[in-house]
C-alpha cells in the first residue's frame, strides 16, 4: 500500500503544479483575462457574467492546483478539476478540434474521476482530518 500512496503523492504534486502555472496567469491576467475565459462559456449559451467565470476557472485552476498539491479536500477539489476538464473537452469538441487536442482535457478528467474516487492518500493534509 505504501507504493500506492506514493503514487498519488506524485499524481497530485505532478498536476497541482501544472495547474497553478496553468491558472497563475489567468488569475494575475485581472478583469480582461477573466472576462476572455468566461466568454469562453459562451457556446453553452452561457453569456452572463462572464468576468465571474473567468475568476471561478482561474481560482479552481490556481487554488485548486496548490490544495491538490497538498492533498487538501482532494475529492472536492478533483471534482471541481474535473468538471472544469468536462467543460474544456466539450469546448474542444464544439470547436471541431482534433484528438490530439482534445486527448487532453479527457486524460485529466480521468485522472480527476480516479483521485475522486481514490482521495489523496496517506501523504496528504486530508489524512490529518479524517
Known sequence: MHNVNLGLLIIRVGLGFIFMVHGYPKLVGGISSWQW???????LGIHFLPIMWG??????E???????????GTRFIS?????QMFIALLYHLNKGDSFAVYSHPIALLVVFVGLVITGAGRFSFDMYFK
Open 79 to 83: 471534482l471541481l478539476l474535473a468538471f
Open 55 to 60: 475568476l471561478i476557472a482561474a481560482c479552481v
Open 62 to 72: 490556481f487554488f485548486g492546483g496548490a490544495l491538490l498539491a497538498l492533498g487538501f
Open 37 to 43: 475565459l468566461g466568454s469562453q462559456m459562451g457556446f
